[in-house]
């Protein structure tokens, strides 16, 4: 596979020089600066590719290419939006970059409620407390009806927590779920300077009514519309898994499992529209098995993300380390690697390491955390490679 790497833009700390010395060939990354919905122009999209190219790089994947929440809900603007994402991906084929990365989570992208998790050895990591989660939801949004969602245990541990929290606890956790996960990858929650809980409330009341069936027919409809455009400039469009594969705080969720993702490929069964397999975000729910996953979607999927989780007991789940967790990444590689030894892949979700913690970069995207993963991967793909060559597999 490619060895892409997230670039988040002139502003990442983390310099296209720096990553040509650790062995990136493909940059992954987006127009980070634009409004979600608006037109990404010829213009903007050569500027930043032209920027990549001239450091010895290529521009190998687009992610994201944002889909408006109207477009989930289908509200009034809907075929406007669409028209403007249709345009977006055709300035994107006009300029080469062919492969777009999308997902379809309502309101809220990734979840995580400690982005300094403390491990053993010292290093800190991404986690996800079931628990936490629910008091945020219960206690904080108050969302009607919320605890009908969760079981008897983890009402018991949200009790406690109740409890014991303070101002400060309440806080945090408001800043790691709105603010920090969403800012850097979600436009709806940018700023600081406005009152997170309410615009939350707002967006999810977007989606009151809106089941699961309503939401897969949101989506049927939005690549319907878009298919078009992808086959006529050669675009790879896929979508990235729910993160975590699960419904949350009432919104329904329909990227979480392999019968979800049979069910996109088969709605509107297009060879131009496929599946970003993140290998994280399909570990971290108990129900997924990925190596059967990936042997089954392998000739549907576009782009990969390399990492693994452990599921702890509760609903928890932290980010494992590249070589270990539930995700079987050697297995994986030996997958993808058969099937397209150019596709593209980028590690996620390396650990806080060795003075990552100082640098301020965005969560989950470490230099020295993501570098050692990449290391770490790169020696899985060079062993699986001398096994093809020598017919070992
Ligand atoms: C977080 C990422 C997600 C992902 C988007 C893709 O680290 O896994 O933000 O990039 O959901 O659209």
Redesign the pocket.
């Known amino acids: 596979m490619e060895k892409d790497w ?1 670039w988040f833009g002139r502003k990442d700390k983390i310099t296209l020089p720096m990553l040509r010395q650790i062995g990136v060939e493909g940059i992954v990354t987006s127009l980070h600066d634009l409004p979600i919905g608006e037109v990404w122009t010829v213009g903007q999209i050569s500027e930043v590719k032209d920027y990549i190219e001239a450091n010895g790089l290529r521009w190998s994947v687009v ?2 290419l ?1 889909v408006s929440e109207e477009i989930k809900y289908a509200g009034p603007r809907r075929d406007a939006l669409i028209e403007n994402y249709r345009q977006s991906l055709a300035n994107l084929g006009k300029c080469g970059v062919r492969t777009v ?3 379809f ?1 309502p309101v809220i ?2 979840i995580r409620t400690d982005l300094e998790y403390p491990c053993p050895d010292g290093s800190t990591s991404l986690y996800f407390d079931l628990a936490e989660f629910a008091y945020f939801d219960i206690h904080i949004l108050e969302r009607k009806d919320a605890a009908k969602d969760y079981s008897r245990d983890v009402l018991a541990r949200v009790k406690r927590l109740a409890e014991s929290f303070t101002d400060a606890d309440r806080e945090r956790l408001i800043d790691t779920i709105i603010i920090k ?1 969403q800012g ?3 436009g709806n929650f940018a700023g600081h300077d406005f009152d997170p809980v309410g615009l939350f409330r707002e967006m999810l009341s977007k989606f009151e009514g809106i089941t699961k069936d309503a939401l897969r027919e949101n989506l049927r409809y939005f690549l319907e519309a878009v298919m078009p455009v992808c086959e006529e400039y050669g675009i790879r469009l896929c ?2 898994p ?2 975590p594969p699960m419904p949350v705080l009432g919104l329904p969720r329909i990227v979480t499992s392999a019968e979800d993702i049979e069910w996109i490929l088969k709605a509107v069964d297009n060879p131009h529209s496929g599946l ?1 397999f ?1 290998a ?2 399909l570990s971290s729910g108990a129900h997924n098995e990925l190596v059967p996953m990936a042997r089954r979607f392998a000739s549907r999927t576009f782009f990969v ?1 390399l990492r693994s989780c452990d599921v702890l007991p509760g609903g928890n789940f932290m980010e494992a380390s590249h070589t270990a967790g539930r995700a079987h990444l050697v297995e994986l590689i030996r997958i993808f690697e058969k099937q397209d030894p150019e596709l593209p892949m980028r590690v ?2 390396g650990k806080t390491i060795l003075g990552d913690e100082a640098c301020g970069y ?4 470490s230099f020295h955390g993501r570098m050692l993963a990449l290391g770490q991967v790169d020696g899985m793909m060079a062993a699986v490679r001398n096994e093809i060559e020598h017919k070992l597999i």
Do not use: L
Not at 362 to 365: E, K, Q
């Open positions: 997230r992610e994201s944002p990365c999308y997902n989570m992208d990734w996960t850097f990858v979600n979508i990235h729910d993160d970003t993140c994280g975000s993300h996620d979700h965005n969560p989950g995207y």
